[in-house]
């Protein structure tokens, strides 16, 4: 049996619900498959911080005009979802580090992207448990946090009302020249496939620049007011980008529920999602340095979940040049969560021909065919 169809999402992950609302909105008859639970895989796993980051010009870009993206669907977004605008607070712990504060602040302001600079006792003041006394930190109130799984459903649920289809549980085995073949015997045809696959496209489309990149995470009791907006080192960006070694940082978030969950930890080379005790025991250990009343906090949950990571550290957006039917949404790494509107608006924007609201170029997945001949 074959259905045919416009576009077939691969992944209902946040991203490949994304792009499934994103289709089904601009009236493209949309199919999705995915092969476990919705909103599952790395979605499941991660913090849900809506974050503008600045590691590159291309990550800057894409993760503000994602997160404007969100600040207009907030309104609309269900109370599950737990959409708060925390903002961020990047803490500096020494005078050297708030230098990086500054610099950052500057730069935000060129995107205008509005920042406050903390002093020592304001961010006392702004965050009680902290460890004193830290130099200062930089606010950036326009940050928010949600709840991954419940902002996935609600996307695909949209997606849904709009028209689109939801083949479930499905897994695909192969997707190429505008076929999905699917493990019942089906076959989805559509002019466009979009692989939404997270850690396991490469799976789906061996030759992928996508490596699986492990983390970890923990969440406590309910200890509301504990912590008042998303706490992250200034660290954290050194520790992230890291491509080689294991590596944790200060990274807690506030819930709505009154819970706080602690990251971060990246790890490389390895595939079980088995907690591992001293990754886990370091991550603790350097939240305590920040938080020292962290530790007596009751922990109920620790767990893991695998990034997709690219060699440049930039999402795959965009047409796959070995399969002009083949459409890659992708390698967003710890960014996929906020990143997911503006990569599905970018990515049918190409799609249909239509000019992008930031270039789409730095993540076209031709870059590293690019290079490939170039080497």
């Known amino acids: 049996m074959s259905d045919r169809w416009d576009v077939v999402v691969v992944g209902a992950g946040i991203v ?21 639970g919705i909103g599952g895989g790395a979605t499941a796993a991660g913090m849900g911080h809506i974050v503008v980051m600045d590691d590159s010009p291309a990550q800057m870009a894409l993760t503000h005009y994602s997160q404007t993206l969100w600040q207009e669907l907030s309104d609309r977004l269900p109370r599950d979802v737990e959409y708060e605008p925390c903002g961020t607070l990047w803490v500096a712990s020494d005078e050297e580090e708030m230098q990086e ?8 302001a060129t995107a205008g992207i ?42 695909l649920r ?25 493990d019942d015997g089906s076959e989805l045809q559509a002019a466009r496939i979009v692989h939404a696959c997270g850690a396991d496209a490469a799976e789906l489309l061996p030759g992928l620049p996508i490596r699986k990149r492990k983390g970890h995470l923990v969440i406590t009791d309910r200890y509301p007011g ?27 978030q506030p819930r ?15 595939e079980g999602p088995a907690v591992d005790a001293q990754i886990l025991s370091s991550m603790i250990e350097r939240a305590q340095w920040y938080l020292p009343e962290i530790g007596a906090l009751s922990a109920i949950r620790a767990w893991t979940g695998f990034r997709a990571a690219t060699p440049d550290k930039l999402p795959l957006i965009g047409p796959w040049p070995e399969d002009d039917s083949l459409f890659l949404a992708t390698g967003h790494e710890g960014l996929g969560i906020t990143t997911s509107l503006g990569t599905a608006r970018i990515l049918v ?3 249909l021909g239509e000019q992008t609201k ?17 080497a």
């Open 256 to 270: 709505r529920t009154g819970q706080v969950l602690i990251g971060s930890s990246r790890q490389y080379n390895t």
């Open 158 to 182: 949209e997606a849904l009302r709009l028209g689109a289809r939801l083949y479930a549980p499905r897994t695909v085995l192969s997707a190429q020249a505008g076929k999905a073949r699917l």
């Open 114 to 155: 509005a920042t406050a600079i903390l002093d020592s006792q304001m961010l006392a003041d702004a965050e009680p448990h902290l460890r004193k006394p830290l130099a200062g930190a930089l606010l950036v109130p326009s940050d928010a946090v949600l709840y991954p799984p419940c902002a996935a459903g609600y996307l």
């Open 101 to 108: 504060v500054h610099r950052k602040s500057a730069l935000y």
């Open 226 to 252: 504990f912590v008042r907006h998303q706490l992250v080192e200034l660290g954290y960006l050194k520790s992230a980008h890291s491509l080689t070694a294991d590596s944790v940082a200060f990274n807690v």
């Open 349 to 351: 924007d190409h799609l």
């Open 16 to 36: 490949g619900a994304a792009c499934a609302l994103e289709c089904a909105s601009r009236g493209l008859r949309t199919a999705i498959v995915e092969g476990r």
């Open 358 to 374: 930031i270039p789409i170029e730095p993540y076209l997945p031709s870059r590293f065919a690019r290079s490939e001949a170039h």
